[in-house]
């Protein structure tokens, strides 16, 4: 895989200021971390979120789910493999 980067750093320089490389790579700029002159990481900005829940979460808007919400609801009535019987069971519970 090939990355181009706009600057190359060496880690020491990196650690030493590394506020004002994280907002040259925030503005869009690529950096090529390298450690005695031989590359060992790119810094480059993170994409956009694909979908409306990654941006959501991008934003701090909401917080990502841990659990299934199958997980957190109890199970209703007995449980049955045949659908009619789990309808049977639901419309006799409604009489």
């Known amino acids: 895989m090939c990355y181009m980067a706009d600057r190359?750093?060496?880690?020491?320089?990196?650690?030493?200021?590394?506020?004002?490389?994280?907002?040259?790579?925030?503005?869009?700029?690529?950096?090529?971390?390298?450690?005695?002159?031989?590359?060992?990481?790119?810094?480059?900005?993170?994409?956009?979120?694909?979908?409306?829940?990654?941006?959501?979460v991008a934003a701090g808007r909401v917080i990502p789910p841990t659990r299934d919400i199958l997980d957190l609801l109890p199970a209703r009535g007995r449980i049955s493999t045949r659908t009619s019987e789990a309808l049977q069971e639901e419309r006799a519970e409604r009489l």
């Open 8 to 56: 190359r750093v060496g880690v020491r320089e990196l650690r030493q200021n590394l506020s004002q490389y994280l907002r040259r790579v925030e503005r869009g700029e690529r950096l090529e971390v390298t450690e005695h002159g031989r590359p060992v990481a790119v810094l480059a900005p993170l994409g956009e979120p694909e979908t409306p829940l990654a941006r959501l």
